[in-house]
């Protein structure tokens, strides 16, 4: 079964740091472009950040500086490493992957709307104080 689980969501203060990972199961990550995405309440979903298949990379301007994205192809998950967190960035943050070429340019966009694309379950990060 085709399956992405992400995981290290949670409370954090202003300031503050997580690590948020998404698992791949079912299938290899190696050929794909993937990407991070958030949702507030009452907002539509947002690309964060996304890479692609040769680690090219692509940052929301609002969180440029702050997040950076990785892949570990070996262990099958890529990473959202979020430092100096503010509360705009609370939201439900989703993974999604794609079997897909993709330039960097646009990555996220591009990324959305493909149909093909598998989303996991999402994983809250709430910044508050």
């Known amino acids: 079964q085709v399956q992405l689980v992400e995981s290290g969501g949670g409370l954090v203060q202003p300031g503050g740091s997580l690590r948020l990972s998404c698992a791949a199961s079912?299938?290899?990550?190696?050929?794909?472009?993937i990407g991070w995405f958030r949702q507030a309440p009452g907002k539509e979903r947002e690309g964060v950040s996304c890479i692609n298949d040769n680690d090219g990379k692509t940052y929301a301007d609002s969180v440029k500086g702050r997040f950076t994205i990785s892949r570990d192809n070996a262990k099958n998950t890529v990473y959202l490493q979020m430092n100096s967190l503010e509360p705009e960035d609370t939201a439900v943050y989703y993974c999604?992957?794609?079997?897909?070429?993709?330039?960097?340019?646009?990555?996220?966009?591009?990324?959305?709307?493909?149909?093909?694309?598998?989303w996991g379950k999402g994983t809250l990060v709430t910044v508050s104080s």
């Open positions: 999604g992957a794609v079997h897909d070429a993709l330039s960097v340019q646009a990555m996220c966009e591009q990324l959305r709307d493909i149909s093909t694309i598998v």
């Open positions: 079912g299938f290899t990550l190696d050929y794909y472009a």
